[in-house]
């Protein structure tokens, strides 16, 4: 809690930025993330707090329209969209010239062209063993050949990766054009292209110059750059002088009226509209809820404990409404779910007892009262890892995931040996040893009362649950070295495909996205093939069985998809939450002469 209220001190110290008094004062858009970022070195990131900040600091190929519904992808730093080849396994890029990174002392004093042979660098970084990067296995799955080669000639020989070796999959033709050669086809290689937060250009001199470093030194084409860093509190951007010229365009949906409004309003403004971000970490929901009602953020994410107070019945507050504040409310490309390591001897393995026990408390989880008690109403039961608005997800689709049943959960206790052996009220193991499930959790006050819910689930069936606190970027540190038995988490689609939901349980992904460890050779044969089809029923039929089998051997407990409430101040112009990617900041304005003035 001390450091919260802190990061909610220095928020409001920052806020006088606004009240310049001359008469083109600094756009300063004001906002809060309720986690810690990581950092921000593309390679070496996979959560979401830190993709937001990368996807504004690095560009990627293309990225996703501002304002199309539910997505469309566009052009970026790329010239055109890609030349694809009949077969998927060979996409050509031409790349504009004249884009230039910001200035660095890394570059000595020189403008530094965007090349073909950044992206060569940037995707090759993925498979540098050293850096370990957490989406290493996703990048691995777009099968350009070679690169993989390079990767364990490193492993294999213990010497550093060497980025001089050209490779045939991914190659610069020309000073501005880029080739990938694939040794399947990729029908879907455009959204992996499209994520800047991740796949965008990195310029080789910065990482040598700041070596183990560079998390904290970004260094993009993008329209912003990193000015000021307070690990865990304080994250400050400011407009990139050297961005190139860019101008509001998008196509909204033909009856998107709300849409094309905000074409009207931005169509031919120069991008990005604000000159600065300051984004504050703060993890208890009531300092931030606080700090936007004081009128210190400017755009807020409405916490759980406070969504019937801003706004009741899915409407807006009279109070707020009054005040000219903003509503955005909509079911989130996300799915939350506990899992469970499949390598932990008490909860994971693959026989029918350890099975039994993963699926028992699954139905002894309400995830109903969840929704009504906790989330207030703010979200809708998750049957599969799919998440809304991904290719393949079926609103109607229900699997024995969303079943709440203390008594089929007592039974196959009961049948598979899960019982009271020592008479001291808690089921132990079938060999008679206690049976104590180890729950890593978060310290702050919404977390604890997820984990009190859940307690008393697994005490209604008997089952000892111990809780462990602590925090989130370090429990994600232990889940990737696969020391938490049981985490909760929520996971945001980066892309449209479904490929997105099932990577998290891919074999050769254990220890990156795949957090379970999950193995499992037809699962991960089905996934392979999904990869090479084109969306189509063969395709969809693929994806069916591979549901089944998530279901059938409970990896995942699947609970929610979270209904996100925004509220925006009333001096905050042209915001929409983006539906893939993270990318916004460059399409809002917020206008000083409305905003009022920090007493």
């Known amino acids: 809690m001390r450091r919260c209220i802190a990061a909610l001190v220095a928020a409001m110290a920052l806020a006088p930025t606004a009240r310049a ?13 309720p986690a810690a970022e990581t950092g921000f070195d593309p390679a070496q990131i996979s959560d979401l707090y830190s993709r937001t900040v990368t996807a504004h600091i690095f560009d990627g190929l293309y990225h996703y329209d501002p304002l199309a519904r539910p997505y469309r992808v566009r052009p970026n730093v790329a010239l055109g969209m890609p030349e694809v080849s009949a077969d998927f396994k060979v996409w050509t890029v031409r790349i504009k010239p004249g884009i230039y990174f910001a200035d660095d002392p890394a570059f000595g004093g020189k403008k530094r062209e965007l090349v073909a042979q950044d992206f060569v660098y940037s995707w090759k970084r993925f ?29 294999q020989g213990k010497t550093p990766f060497d980025y001089s070796i050209e490779v045939e999959g991914i190659r610069a033709l020309d000073r501005y054009t880029l080739q990938f050669k694939l040794d399947s086809p990729r029908p879907r290689l455009i959204y992996t292209l499209a994520e800047g937060n991740l796949f965008g250009a990195v310029a080789r001199e910065v990482v040598e110059f700041y070596g183990d470093k560079v998390m904290a030194h970004p260094v993009g084409t993008g329209p912003f750059m990193l000015k000021q860093w307070r690990r865990s509190s304080l ?23 709300e849409g094309h409004a905000m074409l009207a309003r931005f169509k031919g403004r120069r991008l990005p509209m604000l ?4 984004i504050s970490i703060i993890e208890v929901s009531q300092p931030r809820w606080l700090a936007f009602l004081n009128e210190q953020f400017d755009l807020l994410t409405v916490p759980l404990e406070f969504a019937g107070v801003a706004a009741p019945k899915g409407k807006l507050a009279p109070n707020l409404a009054k005040r000219g504040v903003g509503l955005q409310r909509i079911v989130n490309t996300d799915r939350t779910l506990y899992y469970f390591n499949m390598e932990d001897p008490l909860v994971g393995g693959y026989t029918p007892d350890k099975v039994a026990l993963r699926r028992a408390i699954s139905l002894a989880t309400d995830v109903s009262r969840e929704i009504n008690l906790l989330r207030r109403g703010q979200a809708v039961p998750a049957q599969t890892v799919l998440a809304p608005g991904t290719w393949g997800y079926d609103p109607n689709y229900k699997s024995e995931n969303s079943d709440y049943s203390p008594a089929r959960a ?60 602590g925090q989130w970027p370090e429990q994600l540190k232990m889940a990737r070295a696969g020391q938490l038995m049981i985490w909760q988490l929520g996971y945001t689609a980066a892309s449209p495909d479904a490929q997105d939901g099932l990577q998290t349980l891919y074999g050769p992904g254990a220890g990156g996205q795949n957090l ?3 193995r499992h050779a037809r699962f991960d044969q089905i996934y392979e093939r999904m990869q090479a089809l084109p969306d189509g029923p063969e395709r969809l039929e693929l994806l069916h069985e591979a549901l089944k089998i998530v279901t059938a051997l409970a990896p995942h407990k699947y609970n929610v998809h979270r209904v996100i409430t925004d509220l925006t101040q009333p001096w905050l112009l042209g915001y929409r939450r983006p539906t893939f990617g993270s990318q916004f900041w460059q399409y809002v304005d917020v206008d000083p002469a409305h905003r009022p003035k920090v007493k």
Do not use: C, H
């Open 21 to 33: 008094a001359d008469d083109n004062p600094p756009r300063v858009f004001r906002y809060s993330f």
């Open 127 to 155: 498979f540098d063993p050293a850096l370990n990067s957490p989406v290493y296995s996703g990048f691995k799955e777009a099968g350009v050949i070679g690169v993989e080669a390079l990767r364990l000639r490193a492993i």
């Open 235 to 257: 994250i400050v951007l400011v407009r990139n002088p050297a961005f190139r010229e860019t101008y509001y365009d998008a196509e909204p949906n033909p009856d998107d009226a």
């Open 275 to 278: 000159d600065r971000v300051e």
């Open 410 to 469: 007592k039974a196959l206790l009961d049948m598979y040996g899960y019982v009271d052996r020592d008479g001291d009220g808690w089921r132990d193991l079938p060999d008679g040893k206690p049976l104590i499930l180890q729950y890593a959790t978060q310290p702050d006050e919404l977390s604890r009362q997820f984990d009190e819910l859940w307690k008393k689930n697994m005490d209604g069936v008997g089952l000892r649950l111990n809780v462990i606190k």
């Open 516 to 518: 379970p460890r999950f």
